[in-house]
């Protein structure tokens, strides 16, 4: 479905999605019209989804990056259905994740300190009922990437 100039031009987006169909063009070996129809081809299919912003957590001034980990008193389509709802309300959660195991779900927030992250914590337990909520602050980020590997394309 997709050939290694797919992924190329995949791999240049996703380090810099300003740059020109020209210069992609000239980095993959195509000429601008084949190169524009492949990412046009490419973003009627959906695989890329849009071109946005990233935006320095420090610098907007939310540099505390706290996981909270979910445990659900019950597991109904009910009670996830609340939980989607509720989450999305709440812009401090930046990613939520349904896992397998002991945690149900994984919650990523992003804050500037621990009393903004204490409002978040009550705001969501007003919400949603649970089992068990359980915070841990990231203390370094190791890595930090929105890049996907392009190799099982």
Same mark, same amino acid.
């Given at each position: 479905?997709?050939d290694?100039?797919?992924?190329?031009?995949?791999?240049?987006?996703?380090v810099?999605?300003? $740059?020109?169909?020209?210069e992609?063009?000239?980095?993959?070996?195509?000429?601008?019209?084949?190169?524009?129809?492949?990412?046009?081809?490419?973003?009627?299919?959906?695989?890329?989804?849009?071109?946005?912003?990233?935006?320095?957590?420090?610098?907007?001034?939310?540099?505390?990056?706290?996981?909270?980990?979910? $445990?659900?008193?019950?597991?109904?389509?009910?009670?996830?259905?609340?939980?989607?709802?509720?989450?999305?309300?709440?812009p401090?959660?930046?990613?939520?994740?349904?896992?397998?195991?002991?945690?149900d779900?994984?919650?990523?927030?992003?804050?500037?300190?621990?009393?903004?992250?204490?409002?978040?914590? $009550?705001?969501?337990?007003?919400?949603?009922?649970?089992?068990d909520?359980?915070?841990?602050?990231?203390?370094?980020?190791?890595?930090?990437?929105?890049?996907?590997?392009?190799?099982?394309?």
């Amino acid at each position: 479905m997709f050939d290694h100039i797919d992924r190329k031009i995949i791999e240049i987006l996703q380090v810099n999605a300003e $740059k020109s169909v020209v210069e992609i063009a000239e980095a993959v070996g195509l000429s601008h019209t084949p190169c524009w129809r492949r990412i046009k081809r490419m973003e009627d299919m959906g695989l890329i989804r849009s071109r946005v912003a990233l935006v320095d957590r420090r610098m907007a001034n939310v540099p505390m990056t706290i996981f909270i980990s979910v $445990k659900v008193p019950r597991h109904t389509t009910a009670w996830l259905d609340t939980f989607r709802k509720e989450i999305r309300d709440i812009p401090e959660i930046l990613e939520a994740y349904r896992l397998t195991g002991d945690t149900d779900y994984l919650l990523r927030t992003v804050v500037p300190d621990i009393d903004v992250y204490d409002q978040v914590y $009550k705001n969501l337990i007003s919400r949603v009922e649970f089992s068990d909520l359980s915070s841990s602050i990231a203390m370094e980020e190791m890595k930090f990437t929105t890049a996907l590997p392009t190799k099982y394309m």
